[in-house]
């Protein structure tokens, strides 16, 4: 019921620069956190960045200061600028959704997108 489509992700040299974003669409009342997340061959998924609705955002320590989340919330949609780019950072990036789906009863979901390359590589 709930659909995400994420674009950006590619090859880039060491130091350069990536955007990654993320549209979700469907039947959605409200959306709550907007994050992203990265998976690394042999490693766990871990959280990247998230934003709330309410405009807080969180930031693995790995990244601060170099990748930035972002929300068009009229859009539905979260971005992630990705600067100064690191070898470490190659990864598969997921987005992740949660929210209440419209309608009655209320419903939660928690939706993951197909996930993107993000190669970093001289």
Avoid: H
């Amino acid at each position: 019921q709930v659909q995400l489509v994420e674009s950006g992700g590619g090859l880039v040299q060491p130091g350069g620069s990536l955007r990654l974003s993320c549209a979700a669409s469907g039947s959605i009342f409200s959306i709550n956190t907007m994050g992203w997340y990265r998976q690394a061959p042999g490693k766990q998924r871990e959280l990247v960045a998230a934003a709330t609705s309410g405009g807080t955002s969180n930031y693995a320590d790995s990244v601060k200061g170099r990748f930035t989340i972002s929300r068009d919330n009229a859009k539905n949609t979260v971005y992630l600028q990705m600067n100064s780019l690191k070898p470490e950072d190659t990864a598969v990036y997921y987005c992740n959704v949660e929210g209440t789906l419209a309608g009655i009863p209320i419903r939660r979901f928690t939706s993951w997108a197909q996930g993107t390359q993000v190669t970093v590589s001289s």
